[in-house]
């Protein structure tokens, strides 16, 4: 898990992931919840309304997961700075 976390790069990659599979699902969820609920049965229904949380619940994960990996960027960068002068 350490290793997953710990490389900036590979952290970005995944919170890019995060935030466009939970624009997906909310998006998804939003059209199979309120415009298609007429069509889709009892189940269906459940599961797109269930996208329409976890869909922000990604969204908000990802962005946090950006912010981490951008700092971390920043402080390597600043170290590296540090370290040439």
Do not use: N
Not at 54 to 72: D, E, F, H, N, S
């Amino acid at each position: 898990m350490t290793s997953l976390f710990g490389c900036p790069q590979r952290l970005l990659q995944l919170s890019h992931l995060f935030l466009w599979t939970g624009l997906f699902q909310l998006l998804l969820g939003i059209a199979g919840g309120y415009y298609l609920d007429a069509h889709l049965g009892l189940l269906s229904l459940i599961g797109a309304h269930g996208l329409v949380i976890l869909g922000p619940t990604l969204i908000k994960l990802g962005y946090v997961m950006r912010l981490t990996a951008l700092c971390q960027i920043r402080k390597e960068e600043r170290e590296l700075a540090c370290a040439i002068a």
